[in-house]
C-alpha cells in the first residue's frame, strides 16, 4: 500500500466550513480513482464524495450540495469542500484511491487500494 496523508480536520460548529486536503508522494493521483470516507460513531464506514479518472463525481444524498470533491493535478492534491456542516457529519474521514479503468463503484470501500490513516472532523451544535 501507498501512503496517503490527510490534513485539514477540525472541531467547527454547525453552518460552518471545513476544507479537508490528501496527498501521497508515491503515485499521482490523476491516473486513480479516487473517494473520501468516513466513520461516524455507527462505525459505518460511508463514502461521501468520489472521483472518477474521466471527471464524473458521486455523492451520497447526505451531503449533496453541501460537499464538493475536486483536484489539483499539479499539487497531486485531492480536496473535500465541507459547507454548513451538520452535528450528524462528526466522523473520521479517510482518503482512499484506487486503479483506474474497469468499472467504477465509488460506494464500495472494498475496492479501494490504498487508504490514509484519517482526519477527525468534530461538528458541534
Known amino acids: 500500500e501507498f501512503q496517503l496523508v490527510e490534513s485539514g480536520g477540525g472541531s467547527v460548529q454547525a453552518g460552518g466550513s471545513l476544507t479537508l486536503s490528501c496527498t501521497s508522494s508515491?503515485?499521482?493521483?490523476?491516473?486513480?480513482?479516487m473517494a473520501w470516507f468516513r466513520q461516524g460513531a455507527g462505525n459505518e464506514c460511508e463514502v461521501v464524495a468520489a472521483?472518477?479518472?474521466?471527471?464524473?463525481?458521486y455523492y451520497p444524498y447526505s451531503v449533496k450540495g453541501r460537499f464538493i470533491i475536486s483536484q489539483d493535478k499539479a499539487k497531486n492534491t485531492l480536496y473535500l469542500q465541507m459547507d454548513s456542516l451538520k452535528p450528524e457529519d462528526t466522523a473520521m474521514y479517510y482518503c482512499?484511491?484506487?486503479?483506474?479503468?474497469?468499472?467504477?463503484?465509488?460506494?464500495?470501500?472494498?475496492?479501494?487500494?490504498?487508504w490514509g490513516q484519517g482526519t477527525q472532523v468534530t461538528v458541534s451544535s
Open positions: 482512499a484511491a484506487k486503479r483506474g479503468g474497469g468499472s467504477w463503484h465509488p460506494r464500495v470501500a472494498a475496492e479501494y487500494d490504498d
Open positions: 472521483i472518477h479518472t474521466e471527471g464524473n463525481t
Open positions: 508515491d503515485f499521482i493521483f490523476d491516473d486513480q480513482d
